[in-house]
């Protein structure tokens, strides 16, 4: 995998093609083998960054399975849709293209994964910025840790500048960022891009806020004040009011058509398809990965022409290393679904109704 050709004034340029609203299509295909470019030149430092991961994973006593590691490029739409969210974002700058993320088992191994990227004196890239969500959480509810770097390397210098972000979380705090995604996929909503309707919003921001205090963590702010006796009861209000449980249960019911095509390989083009549920999932080698990039473009190409499908490249493993990591594309929210029954079943009492089958249809109400 080769540098990007083009020069940064170019790449800019490609970016406010694609954030022209309404588009011009013969921008945007023109546009399209320089943004292809770009985002293919950072395959190489999120490699690096990726060993460089697994290896402090090993340090603190856990293996592959244990804490899932995944890596992609940036999804054409997310790029499209953060440079129309931020008019003073260029293409050029954006810093989460290569995106890495870790799934440990708890706050106490990320707290050490954490600290053993403060602490190494070796590692020459450049810290940009960082941000803990995890002791000050989103006010949607979302908690993770962000690093961002850039990339500095005498022996490669020519990717020097980019960015990598890695993402690190523990297993709780995965869960609810894939209910989020699964939610959206399967109601038509954007919880994710911040847009969500008013009662699923504080749904996500009750079960965030339960699931902080379980991990001894902070909430937001939004609930500093509020008991977690009281959290857990308004949380499960408002699932019994929209039935999550019920609802995310049949998501799982309806995503049956899953074709589980994979094999173990370096890299896997993903693609979900809306209108059926159905995934398909692409394998490539290492020496194929300018092929797999190509593919990845096709693919995202289809979407813009109103296909409904969503694509995404990412890397290592087999079937079950990319259910593991990226749950939210196999539409499984099995672990959110299990800490929510396990909350509101500890409240309700044993002669109430259980979650799920069998209860009481709520009073039907306007979302």
């Known amino acids: 995998m080769q540098a990007c050709p083009y020069t940064r004034g170019q790449v800019t340029r490609a970016g406010e093609a694609l954030r022209a609203d309404p588009p011009d299509e013969v921008a945007v295909e023109r546009a399209m083998p320089v943004i292809s470019a770009w985002r293919s030149a950072h395959a190489y430092p999120l490699n690096t960054f990726q060993a460089t991961l697994r290896k402090r994973l090993q340090a603190i006593g856990l293996t592959t399975g244990e804490a899932p590691v995944g890596q992609r490029l940036k999804r054409l739409a997310s790029i499209e849709t953060k440079l129309r969210r931020f008019p003073g974002m260029e293409l050029a700058r954006m810093q989460d293209i290569a995106g890495l993320r870790a799934v440990v088992p708890g706050i106490g191994k990320l707290r050490l994964l954490r600290a053993l990227y403060d602490e190494s004196p070796r590692f020459t890239h450049e810290l940009r910025t960082q941000h803990d969500y995890v002791a000050s959480p989103k006010d949607d509810g979302y908690r993770s840790m962000h690093l961002v770097y850039r990339y500095q390397n005498p022996r490669a210098p020519d990717y020097n500048g980019l960015h990598v972000e890695l993402q690190l979380r523990t297993q709780l705090q995965h869960a609810w960022a ?139 493993g087999g079937v079950q290393q990319l259910r593991r990591t990226y749950p939210n594309y196999f539409l499984d929210a099995s672990m959110f679904v299990k800490q929510i029954e396990l909350i509101c079943r500890k409240l309700r009492r044993p002669s109430a109704p259980s979650l799920g089958r069998g209860r009481p249809p709520p009073p039907r109400k306007r979302l």
């Not at 038509?188 to 309707?197: E, F, L, S, V």
């Not at 379980?214 to 939004?222: D, I, N, V």
């Not at 398809?273 to 159905?278: C, L």
Request: proline fraction near 3%; charged fraction near 25%; glycine fraction near 6%.
């Open 178 to 316: 894939t209910a989020v995604e699964t939610v959206d996929t399967f109601t038509g909503q954007a919880i994710k891009a911040g847009r969500p309707t008013q009662r699923w919003g504080h749904f996500f921001q009750l079960a965030s806020a339960a699931f902080a205090h379980s991990e001894k963590q902070p909430p937001s702010t939004l609930f500093q004040r509020e008991s977690i006796q009281e959290i857990r009861q308004q949380l499960c209000d408002v699932e019994m009011e929209l039935q999550v449980v019920d609802k995310m249960r049949g998501f799982s019911v309806a995503a049956h058509n899953i074709h589980r095509r994979g094999k173990s390989a370096d890299y896997h083009l993903v693609v979900l398809d809306f209108s059926t549920y159905r995934l398909t999932t692409r394998s490539y080698s290492t020496e194929e990965l300018e092929r797999a990039v190509a593919d990845y473009a096709e693919a995202e190409m289809r979407t813009m022409n109103g296909e409904p499908i969503d694509a995404v490249l990412v890397a290592g």
